[in-house]
Structures are given as C-alpha cells and as structure tokens.
C-alpha cells in the first residue's frame, strides 16, 4: 500500500544546530508540505512544494527550508534550531487538480530544542 | 487573510448526536475539509465540501453554506472513539487539498 513516512518520529536537539526532518510518500503525488503544530493549534504549514524542484513559502516559513529532488522526498531543514521550533512536525501529499479532496499525512515528528 | 473558527472543546454521551461548528473568513474558496486528529496521531480525512449543502457518509455528515462562511460537522450515534480532535480546514488553492489553511480544531470527548 502507499504511504507516507517521517523520519525520526522524535528528535531532541539543542539551540543552534542544524536539524533535518525526512519525508518520504509513495503515492507519487506532486504536492508535498510541511506543516507545524503546537499544542492545541491547528496545523500551520511552512514550505510546500508542486513538484520536482518547486518550493514555496508558508505563513511560518522564516528558519525553515525545503529542497525537492524528486517527487518521493521533501526534507525539512531547520537552519539554526531555537527553542520557539519546538512543535510536532507533520509532512503531507495530495495528487493534483480539483479532484482531489484530501491531503494524506505522516505520523508526524515530535521535535524539542533545548 | 485567513480566519477560522472553531470551538475550542465540546462534550458529548456516547450514543448522542453532536454539532460541531465552523465559521471562515478567507481570501478565496475552494473547498472546505474536515479531518479527525486522535491525541498524538496524524489527521486523518473525513469529509469535503465545495457545493452548498450536506454531504453524508455514515455516521458523519458535512454542511457547508458559502455565502455564510459556515459549515458543520454532525456526529450521530456517538461512540467513545469518536473523542478526538476535529480539524476544519479551508482551501483557497483550486490546484490541490493540501494547500490548505486550518483552524484550532475541536476537542471533542464523548463521555458512557
């Protein structure tokens, strides 16, 4: 069956290195994102990506980056951890068009910097 | 922008039926989802709507009114793994669903 895979489900890092969170989906979608969500909030998305070497910014994309090198990968950099990125991360696909209706997303990744 | 709102908690008795409301202000529209988040698990889909009026899919049904910014979620026949968080989510981008800008979300605990 197709899925969609974060890696690592938990991570804990310290102030100041660089941190990067796998995604990995094998439903062949182009659309990937990257969402963060803090405790009880919603889901606020970072970077998106249209495909193979599109990236975008989301409303909360400032100490984050994507790059997209195929259609099965998007990682999700953080450049300098700080405290305020502490969140659970979740990674989600979606096929094109108006036809789809539904995103598909990751088990997400429980993030602490310290 | 982008504005959504949610309640923020609701509780119910297994066996009941629940609403849960919606009310969006955004740039565009071009569909509107709701998506069921168990504590510490992703979100997953339970229904879309872009037309005007309700869509029902089991024990879950969806009502959407655009020229109100208003939509629902109905649970009938509440069990108690119907406790859970309820995402409503807005799609401005016709090109795809997961560009799309969510609320807080509900938690809902259904109570025996």
């Known amino acids: 069956d197709a899925e969609i895979t974060q890696s690592p489900r938990h991570k804990i890092t310290e102030t100041g290195r660089q941190v990067t969170l796998a995604c990995h989906q094998t439903?062949?979608?182009?659309?990937m994102f990257w969402y963060r969500q803090d405790l009880g909030h919603g889901l606020r998305l970072i970077h998106y990506?249209?495909?193979?070497?599109?990236?975008n910014k989301g409303e909360v994309s400032d100490g984050y980056s994507v790059s997209r090198s195929n259609t099965e990968d998007l990682p999700l950099t953080l450049e300098s951890a700080a405290s305020s990125q502490t969140s659970v991360y979740f990674c989600?696909?979606?096929?094109?068009?108006?036809?789809?209706?539904?995103?598909?997303f990751g088990q997400g990744t429980r993030l602490t910097v310290v | 922008g982008q504005n959504i709102d949610q309640p923020t908690e609701m509780t119910a008795t297994e066996g009941a039926i629940v609403q849960i409301n919606c009310t969006y202000q955004?740039?565009?529209?071009?569909?509107l989802f709701w998506y069921q988040q168990h504590a510490g698990e992703a979100p997953t889909f339970l229904s879309y709507?872009?037309?005007?009026g309700l869509e029902e899919k089991g024990r879950f049904s969806s009502f959407l009114s655009r020229s109100k910014g208003y939509s629902y979620l109905l649970l009938k026949e509440l069990q108690m793994k119907d406790s859970a968080s309820y995402l409503c989510?807005?799609?401005?981008?016709?090109?795809?669903?997961?560009?799309?800008?969510f609320g807080d979300g509900t938690t809902l605990t259904v109570k025996p």
């Open positions: 989600a696909s979606s096929g094109p068009g108006q036809g789809a209706t539904e995103a598909f």
């Open positions: 990506s249209y495909g193979v070497q599109d990236t």
């Open positions: 989510a807005v799609r401005a981008d016709p090109t795809n669903a997961g560009k799309s800008t």
């Open positions: 955004t740039s565009g529209f071009n569909g």
């Open positions: 439903w062949n979608h182009n659309n």
């Open positions: 709507n872009v037309l005007d």
